[in-house]
């Protein structure tokens, strides 16, 4: 969960012209001894595997996803990173976030969230207690540890000012992927972390922190993250995949939810080179907030992609035209939309 350096404009239109002669990779392989043949199908994830991705390897270790004739493989992004593995056909489904989703399509990337992982954003600012720092106004004079992002600056911006402060009295450096406990003792006073995983492993390591959640300070910075995507080709050449895809990736979520123990062993079992202890503490407090208080695990709402998308305009970080309808759809969650 350690957040990478944004796509840069030039990097998402670049993008945008590869797209076109791309196709989709979708196989069939024999499940044998009778049984049907399995549709082969992949999905990228954003990072390392962690507790955000354990909705995916409980549907593949517990079978869900050959319940629905897949033959699910979970790999992890190369160089070009997960939204051009997806955009572009290479890879039919991965693991993104709501910036990177608004980006793209402003430019003609056809991106599409499928299902938003967690209901609400669980990222914040977060700073050693010995720092001092326990609202936005005490940033004034700290030290920031960025990644480069666009948005850094403005949410900070939108932070301080709801507490009254001045932004332009934080200094910010680039600690780009940076270990967070080794960037707050050594270079910086704070950083931008997932409490989900970082704050947990804080927990474990006894190095307790001052969180500062940004969803508190602005309704319109509660913004998904991460997602479930495809892109608008799979949708319309492959809904049946997409649809039986969905429907064995929620069962995985939904068992998470409700067994976050033996949901923790299946990830593991998936990714063994993980800190057990940290997948254990990590699963029991994110599992709570995959579906919160949404009536279903997954389901997106308009008014979350608008109101980032206008949050990011009023800071001149978005300045294209950005059609929130056409960004999500629910359409593939169980017992919603088509086919259902």
């Not at 196989?27 to 962690?50: F, I």
């Not at 319309?236 to 069962?251: E, I, L």
């Not at 999500?328 to 919603?336: A, I, M, V, W, Y």
Request: contains cysteine; charged residues 25%.
């Amino acid at each position: 969960m350690k957040r990478k350096s944004y796509a840069t404009a030039s990097m998402v239109i670049a993008l945008a012209l590869v797209i076109a002669g791309c196709g989709q990779e979708n196989g069939a392989k024999s499940a044998g001894d009778g049984k049907k043949e399995l549709k082969d199908v992949k999905v990228v994830l954003d990072w390392t595997p962690n507790t955000n991705h354990t909705g995916l390897y409980v549907a593949k270790e517990k079978g869900y996803y050959e319940e629905q004739g897949l033959n699910v493989s979970i790999i992890q992004p190369g160089e070009a990173g997960a939204d051009t593995m997806v955009a572009s056909g290479e890879v039919p489904f991965g693991i993104s976030y709501q910036e990177g989703l608004t980006y793209a399509r402003t430019e003609g990337v056809p991106l599409v969230s499928l299902a938003a992982v967690i209901q609400h954003n669980t990222s914040g600012f977060a700073a050693p207690v010995a720092k001092n720092i326990k609202s936005p106004k005490d940033f004034a004079g700290k030290t920031y540890g960025g990644f480069g992002g666009p948005s850094e600056t403005a949410i900070l911006q939108t932070l301080m000012e709801a507490d009254h402060a001045d932004s332009s009295t934080v200094k910010v450096i680039n600690i780009g992927s940076a270990d967070y406990f080794t960037a707050v003792k050594r270079d910086v006073d704070f950083s931008w972390i997932y409490y989900g995983w970082t704050g947990i492993e804080a927990e474990l390591r006894n190095e307790p922190l001052d969180m500062i959640y940004m969803k508190d300070f602005s309704p319109k910075l509660d913004y998904y993250t991460p997602l479930l995507v495809t892109n608008e080709k799979m949708i319309q050449d492959n809904p049946d995949t997409v649809k039986a895809f969905m429907a064995a990736t929620a069962q995985g979520y939904d068992f998470a939810i409700e067994h976050p123990d033996e949901a923790a062993d299946l990830l593991l079992k998936g990714a063994p080179d993980l800190d057990s202890k940290l997948v254990k503490a990590s699963q029991e407090w994110i599992s709570k907030q995959y579906k919160a208080e949404a009536s279903q695990w997954g389901i997106q709402k308009l008014e979350v992609y608008q109101g980032y998308a206008d949050w990011m305009k009023e800071h001149k970080i978005l300045d294209k035209p950005f059609d929130s309808a056409k960004a999500f759809t629910n359409d593939f969650l169980p017992g919603q939309g088509k086919g259902n």
